[in-house]
């Protein structure tokens, strides 16, 4: 990725023209899966809504109400629908560039850039189900598991974030610590106005007074993105990740962590590169578990 260029979408479920050439339904479009999304940059989270995007259907032009969520270590947004859509059916969907003065909807990235162009397309739902997928099955972590997993990593160590000597004054060894220190306050590194307390969710310049872990939005959460920009965790993800699964986590290019890192993510990633993870931690498992247990509110105890 080069400065200044737009933001793509580099895979996507359902695709252009899925399922028209399909007879009486037998393939196309799982009629109750999610409609999916891959970028390739983080987005600006205050895009990733349900007005981005536009789902009718042919003829009648009904539209589809949606509940999006956005994966922020995979850069990839979900839709589901209130109800499943209708089996054998054809659907319009567009995807929305943002406008130039970045008011109104449409996809944007971390720094600003939006789309090349907006885009119709038509699609037809088969008439079979999409299989469970895995994570829909999984539980949400407590705040117990992620301070386990804190204490794994590394994390929560004396010499790193434990409670006697924490740097940066961030504690994440205790359920004190991540309330006192973490949960909805803002991180130091991005403290650039004038009130410590005063949060700013992704508006004006991202990255600025954005709050160490922002409940239930880790595309908010600024320890997300320190974790995110680590070389132990892209390296994992490259090698880890399913060649068949385009929405699968992939690691980002060292061009795309310079980038984070010169528009808001301050002095390194989190742990540092040269200490990086204990044997027997997969860092992709840890940010998950961050990851989830933020989404599903950052309750703790």
């Not at 992620?146 to 060894?173: F, I, N």
Request: aromatic share 8%.
């Amino acid at each position: 990725m080069q400065p200044g260029q737009p933001l793509r979408i580099v895979a996507e479920q359902p695709w252009n023209a899925q399922g028209l050439d399909c007879d009486g339904g037998a393939c196309g479009f799982a009629f109750d899966a999610p409609l999916r999304f891959k970028f390739d940059r983080w987005l600006l989270p205050s895009t990733a809504v349900r007005q981005s995007i536009s789902l009718r259907t042919e003829g009648t032009q009904l539209g589809v109400f949606l509940f999006p969520e956005y994966d922020v270590t995979a850069r990839a947004l979900s839709y589901r629908p209130e109800t499943a859509l209708a089996p054998d059916t054809v659907y319009l969907l567009t995807v929305i560039e943002a406008d130039e003065d970045a008011n109104g909807f449409g996809f944007r990235a971390y720094d600003g850039k939006s789309l090349s162009s907006s885009q119709t397309f038509a699609f037809r739902t088969s008439s079979m189900r999409s299989p469970i997928s895995a994570t829909d099955a999984s539980s949400k972590p407590n705040c117990s598991a992620v301070l386990t997993a804190l204490q794994k990593a590394g994390c929560a160590a004396a010499s790193c974030h434990g409670s006697d000597s924490p740097r940066m004054g961030l504690s994440l060894d205790s359920v004190a610590g991540l309330q006192r220190t973490a949960i909805d306050h803002v991180a130091h590194q991005s403290q650039l106005g004038t009130e410590v307390t005063q949060q700013v969710v992704s508006g004006g310049r991202f990255g600025t007074q954005m709050p160490i872990i922002d409940s239930g939005r880790p595309e908010n959460s600024y320890l997300m993105y320190k974790l995110l920009i680590g070389s132990w965790l892209n390296r994992e993800m490259d090698t880890l990740t399913d060649p068949t699964d385009p929405f699968a986590a992939s690691g980002l290019t060292p061009g795309q962590i310079e980038d984070a890192r010169a528009w808001f993510v301050e002095f390194g990633p989190m742990p540092p590169d040269n200490v990086g993870y204990p044997d027997g931690v997969s860092p992709l498992e840890f940010v998950t578990t961050v990851q989830g247990w933020i989404r599903a509110g950052a309750v703790c105890p």
